[in-house]
C-alpha cells in the first residue's frame, strides 16, 4: 500500500509535559509528563528513519552519539544523526550544540564529572521556525520550553555524559570516546528548489524538505519510502486522510493533496532529493 498511517507511542519523560501541543490529548492528572511521542512504522516495513514530537519543561542530558562505525561495533545497526525542527519555543529558550572551543577528551570527561561541561557548550537561542542538523558525534543538549519535532536515524542510542544531578545512568566513557567537541558549524541547506518546496537538511544519512498546500507527486524508486509529517492543515495521500499530529510513511507512486494552508515535512533515508 503507498500509504499507511502510522502508530504513536507516547513516552514519559522526567523532563517533559503535562500540556502538549495541538492534535495530541494531555496526560491525564496524576500521571508522568510526556517528553516524547514516536511514530512506529509496521513490522516488516522499513524503519531507516524515526520521527518523533518531543515536549520540554526542562534541559535534557547532555548528549553525544556515535557514527556508524563506532554504533556498529557496539552491536548497532548503525549511528545516529538527526535533525531537529523547532515548533514553539518560550523566549529565553536555547539548543546547546558543539562547544565554545576544542575541547579535549580529558577535559571533557573532567568537566561532565565536575558539572563545567554546561559552560563549555554553545547554548543557542532558538525560536519558532528554526532547523538544526546534529550529525553524530556532536555534544548536545535541548533545553527546556521548547516543542519540536525530531527526525532521526532509528537506533536507540545514547550517550549520556551529563543530567544535571538527575538519576539517571551516564555513559561517561562511551560518550566521550565518541565525542568531537568542537564549536559547531551549520551546514548549509538549498533552501528553494520550486514553488512551495524547500529543502531544510540535506544531510549523509537522510533528507527533509518542507512543502505548501496544494498537490504534490513523489515517486519512490525500489523499496525507498518516505515520511510524511503534516504540521498544519488536513488532506489526503493515495486516499489516506491525514490531519496535523499525524505521520504516515509513503511508498511508489504517491499523490499527496493539501489544504491551502498546509504546512509539510517530508524525510527520506539517503542524499538524493526525491
Known amino acids: ?39 512506529e512504522a509496521p513490522a516488516g516495513m522499513a524503519d531507516d528513519l524515526l520521527v518523533k514530537y518531543l515536549f520540554t519543561s526542562e534541559r535534557l542530558s547532555v548528549q553525544v552519539h556515535p557514527g556508524d562505525v563506532r ?39 573532567a568537566a561532565a564529572i565536575d558539572r563545567s561541561i554546561e559552560q563549555l557548550l554553545d547554548w543557542k537561542p532558538v525560536k519558532a521556525g528554526d532547523v538544526f542538523y546534529s550529525p553524530a558525534g556532536t555534544v548536545h543538549a535541548i533545553g ?16 549520556r555524559l551529563y543530567d544535571y544531578g538527575r538519576p539517571r545512568e551516564l555513559h561517561l566513557e562511551a560518550g566521550v570516546a565518541v565525542a568531537d567537541a568542537r564549536p559547531f ?22 533528507v527533509l524538505e518542507r512543502r505548501r498546500g496544494g498537490d504534490h507527486d513523489l515517486a519512490l524508486a525500489g523499496r525507498q519510502v518516505a515520511w510524511l509529517v503534516p504540521i498544519v ?11 496535523a499530529g499525524d505521520c504516515l510513511m509513503l511508498s511508489q507512486h504517491c499523490r499527496i493533496t493539501a489544504s491551502s494552508e498546509a504546512d509539510l515535512l517530508i524525510a527520506y533515508s539517503g542524499a538524493e532529493r526525491l
Open 1 to 39: 500500500m503507498p500509504a499507511i498511517s502510522l502508530k504513536t507511542r507516547r513516552v514519559e519523560k522526567p523532563w517533559g509535559r503535562m500540556h502538549l501541543w495541538p492534535g495530541f490529548a494531555d496526560p491525564a492528572a496524576g500521571s508522568s509528563p510526556i517528553g516524547e511521542i514516536w511514530f
Open 233 to 243: 492543515g488536513h488532506g489526503q495521500a493515495d486516499g489516506v486522510h491525514w490531519q
Open 185 to 206: 558549524v551549520a551546514p548549509a541547506a538549498p533552501g528553494m528548489i520550486a514553488p512551495g518546496r524547500d529543502i531544510l537538511v540535506e544531510g549523509p544519512k537522510f
Open 144 to 159: 527546556a520550553g521548547i516543542t519540536l519535532i525530531e527526525v532521526q536515524q532509528n537506533v536507540d542510542l545514547t550517550y
Open 71 to 109: 554504533a556498529r561495533a557496539a552491536g548497532f545497526r548503525s549511528g545516529k544523526d538527526e535533525a531537529w525542527v523547532v515548533l514553539a519555543a518560550e523566549p529565553d529558550a536555547t539548543i546547546a550544540l558543539g562547544t565554545h572551543a576544542p575541547v579535549a577528551s580529558d577535559r571533557l570527561r
